[in-house]
């Protein structure tokens, strides 16, 4: 599996890295590994973290 550091994971995702932190690790909404003493999340969880931000871009209403 594909891991990322924080930084590069808030890259993809299209925010900031303190915002990651703020509004997504430090609630508990994403799961982060520990990579060689570092903060890592999986490719995976980035890819669900994309998908949250685009349906609620939406409005999530698909009626």
Do not use: F
Request: glycine residues 8%; positive net charge; charged residues 35%.
């Amino acid at each position: 599996m594909e891991y990322c550091s924080i930084k590069e994971a808030a890259r993809r995702i299209g925010i900031n890295r303190v915002t990651l932190y703020r509004s997504w690790i430090n609630r508990g909404l994403v799961k982060v590994e520990t990579i060689a003493d570092r903060p890592a999340i999986s490719a995976d969880e980035i890819e669900r973290i994309k998908a949250i931000r685009a349906q609620k871009a939406g409005g999530g209403n698909d009626k």
